[in-house]
């Protein structure tokens, strides 16, 4: 019997960035480290969101020019789906290649998202002053493990 859940990864393997997954592991990334909340956070379909964190999906997964599902929907201005993700744990300070998913809304001219970011971001900074700093230093971090693994290969 197939399960919503499996209805969903079927779908979603049915699409082009993702036609050679299998989904043995709901975390299961393509090639450009995309997991299956990118792809929904594309659609901005938020019950496949609720199904994917449900199954224990990554909401911070750092995908295709270090997108998190977070920086999808805020580019796409999908405002229900940034709602549920920042209620699910998603890092208002991750950072794609360098922006963050307020700046990314921003660039993407969704002001209203904008808007419910902001108080949540400054709220986040007063309890840690140096989240800038880390969120930084991560993704530096991230930009070197990527580029001595091309050293590797």
């Not at 609720?50 to 796409?76: S, Y």
């Not at 998603?90 to 950072?95: K, S």
């Not at 808007?115 to 930084?136: C, F, G, H, W």
Request: negative net charge; glycine residues 6%.
């Amino acid at each position: 019997m197939t399960t919503p859940l499996h209805a969903l990864l079927h779908k979603i393997a049915s699409t082009a960035d993702f036609s050679e997954m299998t989904f043995a592991d709901v975390n299961e990334a393509n090639v450009l480290g995309d997991n299956a909340l990118h792809c929904v956070a594309v659609w901005g379909d938020l019950g496949a969101a609720k199904l994917l964190v449900e199954a224990g999906v990554d909401v911070n997964k750092f995908g295709e020019r270090g997108f998190t599902p977070l920086h999808v929907a805020c580019a796409f201005g999908h405002m229900e789906l940034v709602r549920y993700l920042v209620a699910s744990g998603a890092d208002l300070h991750a950072r794609s290649e360098g922006d963050l998913p307020f700046t990314t809304a921003r660039l993407s001219r969704q002001d209203a998202i904008c808007d419910y970011l902001a108080p949540l971001m400054v709220s986040a900074q007063e309890k840690d002053r140096d989240i800038y700093i880390k969120s930084r230093i991560g993704q530096l971090k991230r930009e070197i493990a990527a580029l001595e693994a091309k050293l590797q290969s």
